[in-house]
């Protein structure tokens, strides 16, 4: 079966683009809104509305196969691809990607997501990761309609992988609105909860103890609200090199906040995404290398979660190999091509890493739709509810389909 024409059009995303270094370094949250000045190239305010854009494949047999483009929501930071942004980019999808596409045989996915993910533009650059990342999916959702399969089957078949038998833990994410979405998230007996988007001094405490107090609240909520007795989730806490900053970068000190953490919440385990960021890829991998060493020296019941300068899937194998911390992100739109978020996710279950195939709220419902198919096929540790940050969609999208995923099993 063949591609006859491919289709864009521009799209939302389910949250914003936000200029991370500008919010760091003390842009004001006012409602919805920061107030402050735009540091990060591209950025015209520290907060913009996101973007997104779907790229359509039309086969012959009339069949629709598509995927949507859309970039992190800290976009430009941290060595990412600058700020994804349709007006942009849609002439760049139909200059270099149309001719790629229009007229070919669908073969495999991984040939394909090959072609697109190593294409050089006619300026010699590569795609931005967002258009890579958002035609590859395309071009698995071609490949299964080609073949009358599911997608999480075409990925399980072409990796040498199976379908998983039951749900992959799904880990929701709250924004600022910690509280009442927390209390979304038990009521919902979420797996992993609640992220919490401690990025900024006063969302930490001076000495942490903000977050402490939160980490006190979190858990007398869930014994009040969970609705099984066993209900014990994971505590994911995403901190933003907060940790860092308050207790400049000493990993002893790091650790020893960490371990009067654990007497708060009481056997649940918890896990810190992001504690340290120093600004560069080298040091950011030993400061968390050091502070799982430490962290496993005193058998503490935590796990740190590689994210900053942890962008691509080389970057994905370095931190891995290097041991620097417990589970890495696999933020799936900064590695491109969904096919290097698969490798990724295998590459760190052979090396004993934990895997969190994840991404970002500034995601689509296409998108997090194809990322559950994935982690279906490939089993991370825990996939990432998404987009936006009002917990029942993007819960309601990954719970959703995981179950379609599993009834289909066998059948398609």
């Keep these: 079966m063949k591609i006859v024409d491919l289709v864009c059009s521009r799209g939302q995303s389910g949250f914003f683009f936000d200029d991370q270094k500008a919010i760091k370094l003390g842009a004001e949250p006012d409602g919805s809104n920061y107030v402050g000045i735009a540091v990060t190239e591209g950025f015209s305010k520290v907060r913009q509305p996101g ?130 979405n927390a209390d979304k998230m038990i009521l919902k007996s979420a797996p992993v909860l609640p992220h919490a988007l401690i990025n900024h001094i006063d969302k930490i405490g001076k000495n942490g103890e903000v977050l402490a107090e939160y980490v006190q609240w979190l858990v007398n909520r869930i014994e009040q609200l969970k609705m099984t007795p066993d209900y014990k989730p994971v505590i994911h806490l995403d901190i933003y090199g907060m940790a860092g900053v308050v ?80 589970m890495v992100q696999i933020k799936t739109p900064d590695l491109g091509g969904i096919q290097n978020s698969i490798e990724a996710v295998l590459y760190a279950k052979r090396n004993n890493m934990g895997a969190y195939l994840g991404g970002t709220c500034n995601e689509t419902e296409r998108s997090a739709q194809i990322c559950m198919h994935i982690a279906m096929a490939i089993s991370p540790d825990q996939v990432l509810a998404k987009p936006g940050m009002g917990v029942d969609e993007a819960y309601m999208i990954a719970y959703n389909t995981t179950q379609r995923i599993l009834a289909l099993k066998g059948i398609l």
Aim: overall charge negative; proline content about 3%.
């Design 51 to 180: 973007e997104s854009v779907s790229v359509m494949l039309i086969l012959e047999d009339g069949q629709i196969a598509w995927g949507d483009c859309a970039a992190v929501q800290y976009s430009g930071a941290a060595g990412r691809d600058p700020l994804f942004l349709a007006k942009d980019y849609i002439p760049v999808i139909e200059r270099e990607i149309k001719p790629l596409l229009v007229g070919k045989e669908i073969g495999t996915f991984k040939e394909m997501a090959t072609l697109i993910d190593s294409h050089l533009c006619t300026d010699g650059n590569h795609l931005h990761t967002a258009i890579r990342y958002g035609v590859t999916q395309a071009v698995l959702d071609a490949v299964a309609k080609a073949n009358k399969k599911q997608m999480a089957q075409v990925v399980a078949d072409e990796y040498g992988t199976k379908i998983a038998d039951e749900a992959i833990p799904i880990f929701t994410q709250s924004g600022d609105n910690r509280y009442d």
């Design 247 to 326: 207790f400049d970068n000493n990993i002893e000190k790091i650790v020893d906040y960490f371990a009067s953490l654990t007497e708060i919440a009481k056997g649940y385990k918890l896990r810190f995404e992001g504690p340290v960021d120093t600004g560069n890829r080298e040091t950011t991998m030993l400061a968390l290398k050091g502070l799982r060493e430490l962290i496993d020296a005193r058998n503490l019941p935590i796990e740190i979660v590689a994210d900053e300068w942890c962008n691509t899937f080389e970057d994905v194998v370095y931190f891995t190999d290097n041991k620097a911390g417990h």
